[in-house]
C-alpha cells in the first residue's frame, strides 16, 4: 500500500464521520425550522389549549422557581464578588452597580433562567416525546385525526413563551439582590449607592434586549426539545440518546443566539 492510499484509508473514516454528523444537524435544522412555522400557525389560528397551556406552564414555570432562583443567587455572588474586589482596587466602586446590574439585565437573567429550564424542562419535554413516539402513542393521535404538533408543541411552546421572561426577570432580580448583599460586604457599598448607579446605567433598551433573549430562548428550548422527540424512532436507548442530544443543541444555540443578539443589539452609551 502506498503512503497516498494509506493517507487516504485513514482520512476517509474521518470525513465520513463529520459528513453524517453535519447531515445529522441540517436535518435538525430543518425539522426544527417546519416545527416552529407549524407551531406559529396554529397559535395564529386560535387553535390554543388553554387548560394544557396552564398545565404547561405550572411545569415549565413554577417547578422552576426554586432551582432557578438558587441558581441566579449564587451567580449574582460570584459575579457581584469579582467586580466588586476589582473595582475597588481602581477606586470606581461607585460604579459596581451600574456594571453588576447591566450584566444581570443583558446577560446573567436570560442565560440563567434559559439554561436552568433547559435542563430541567428541556430534556423532559424530549424524553417525554420520544417514550410517546416510541410506544406509538403519537400513531395513536394520528389515527384519531388528532395533530400531534397542536395537542403537544402548542401548549408548551405558549406556556414556554409565557414563563421564560417571567423566570428571566426573576433570576435578574436575584442576582441584583445578591449585588447588593455582596457589594456591601465586599465593597462597604451602600445600597443607596448601588441603586443610584442602577438607575443611571440600565436604559430602557436593555430590558428590550432581556425580553428578546428571553423569547429566543424559550424558542429554542421548546421547539429543539420537542422537535428531537417527534422525530427518534427505536427503542428505550434512544430516549436517552434523544434527551441527551436536546441538551447539547439547545445550550449550544442559546449561547450562539446570545452572542447574535448582543452583538447586534449593542450600541455605545
Not at 421547539?223 to 427518534?232: D, E, K, M, V, Y
Amino acid at each position: 500500500m502506498t503512503s497516498a492510499s494509506r493517507e487516504k484509508s485513514s482520512t476517509l473514516p474521518g470525513l465520513g464521520f463529520i459528513e453524517n454528523q453535519v447531515g445529522i444537524g441540517l436535518e435538525l435544522i430543518g425539522q426544527v425550522v417546519v416545527l416552529l412555522f407549524q407551531t406559529i400557525s396554529y397559535m395564529v389560528r386560535g387553535r390554543i389549549d388553554i387548560a394544557e397551556t396552564f398545565r404547561q406552564a405550572y411545569m415549565i414555570g413554577v417547578k422552576s422557581f426554586v432551582v432557578v432562583g438558587i441558581t441566579a443567587l449564587f451567580v449574582g455572588f460570584a459575579m457581584s464578588l469579582q467586580i466588586s474586589r476589582e473595582l475597588v482596587n481602581f477606586g470606581a466602586d461607585t460604579a459596581i452597580g451600574g456594571v453588576v446590574s447591566l450584566a444581570l439585565v443583558r446577560e446573567i437573567g436570560p442565560i440563567t433562567a434559559g439554561i436552568t429550564v433547559a435542563g430541567r424542562v428541556g430534556s423532559s419535554i424530549a424524553a417525554e416525546i420520544t417514550t410517546m413516539m416510541i410506544t406509538e402513542q403519537i400513531d395513536a393521535l394520528k389515527v384519531m385525526r388528532i395533530d400531534p404538533v397542536e395537542f403537544l408543541v402548542v401548549p408548551r411552546y405558549t406556556a414556554g413563551l409565557i414563563m421564560l421572561p417571567v423566570l428571566s426577570i426573576y433570576a435578574m432580580f436575584i442576582g441584583l439582590i445578591a449585588g447588593i448583599y455582596i457589594a456591601n460586604i465586599a465593597a462597604n457599598l451602600p445600597a443607596e449607592t448601588f441603586l443610584d448607579s442602577v438607575k443611571q446605567t440600565i436604559l430602557d433598551r436593555d430590558f428590550t434586549v432581556h425580553f428578546l433573549k428571553s423569547i429566543i430562548n424559550a424558542t429554542i428550548i421548546i421547539i429543539f426539545s420537542c422537535a428531537i422527540g417527534l422525530h427518534t424512532r427505536g427503542g428505550a436507548e434512544d430516549v436517552g440518546i434523544a434527551t441527551t442530544r436536546t441538551i447539547v443543541w439547545v445550550m449550544t444555540c442559546i449561547f450562539i443566539f446570545n452572542y447574535f443578539v448582543t452583538s447586534l443589539t449593542y450600541a455605545p452609551r
